[in-house]
């Protein structure tokens, strides 16, 4: 099971969306909307990786009973994603990622 060390809370509206790191480093895109909840591994926030030969979804999961869901609270999000979080794990939420200075 991959573990988190630091999450992120970039929308808390729909869709929900997170950006997380890896306790071994590696950035992820969380993001649920739609009933529909990803897992994407991307090099960092900013740079997109997509291409023809790269796969960066490591987990999803769907509901189909909730198809115009868009809001999920993470520990919901990572149960269903087989995520878990570190002990030490930091949480930022949605209110302190706008206050802060780098995400502009």
Same mark, same amino acid.
């Given at each position: 099971?991959?573990?988190?060390?630091?999450? %992120?809370?970039?929308?808390?509206?729909? /869709?929900? +969306?997170?950006? $997380?790191? !890896?306790? @071994?480093?590696?950035?992820?895109y969380l #993001?649920?909307r739609f009933?529909?909840?990803?897992v994407e591994?991307?090099?960092?926030?900013?740079?997109?990786?997509?291409?023809?030969?790269?796969?960066? %979804?490591?987990?999803?999961?769907?509901? /189909?009973? +909730?198809?115009? $869901?868009? !809001?999920? @609270?993470?520990?919901?999000?990572?149960? #269903?994603?087989?995520?878990?979080?570190?002990?030490?794990?930091?949480?930022?939420?949605?209110?302190?990622?706008?206050?802060?200075?780098?995400?502009?």
């Open positions: 099971m991959t573990t988190l060390a630091r999450v %992120v809370e970039t929308c808390q509206a729909c /869709p929900s +969306q997170w950006d $997380a790191w !890896t306790t @071994e480093g590696q950035y992820l #993001r649920y009933g529909h909840g990803s591994r991307h090099a960092n926030p900013d740079v997109n990786t997509w291409g023809d030969d790269y796969d960066p %979804v490591i987990a999803e999961f769907h509901d /189909p009973d +909730q198809p115009y $869901a868009g !809001t999920i @609270e993470l520990d919901e999000f990572l149960r #269903r994603a087989e995520l878990q979080l570190a002990p030490d794990a930091e949480i930022v939420p949605w209110a302190e990622f706008l206050r802060s200075p780098d995400r502009w």
